[in-house]
């Protein structure tokens, strides 16, 4: 058997669904939370609060992510 090209098979899969934006913001905070001081995290975690808020930068993307799904 020959060896396949990488993502030659990609169109056979299935599509995973896109995560909701909530929890994207929390994975990312869990994750670079032990990276950052108390000050870092707190004004990352203000910066990822407005980023998610109704009509914000992330809900218009997260449209445009789910449109494309």
Not at 3 to 30: A, H, I, M, N, Y
Request: charged share 25%; glycine share 8%.
């Amino acid at each position: 058997m020959g060896r396949l090209k990488l993502f030659s098979l990609q169109d056979t899969l299935p599509s995973l669904p896109v995560p909701k934006l909530r929890s994207t913001c929390e994975g990312f905070l869990e994750s670079v939370r032990p990276l950052l001081s108390d000050d870092e995290f707190q004004h990352t975690t203000q910066i990822i609060s407005d980023f998610a808020s109704a009509g914000g930068q992330g809900e218009r993307l997260q449209k445009a992510l789910v449109e494309m799904a």
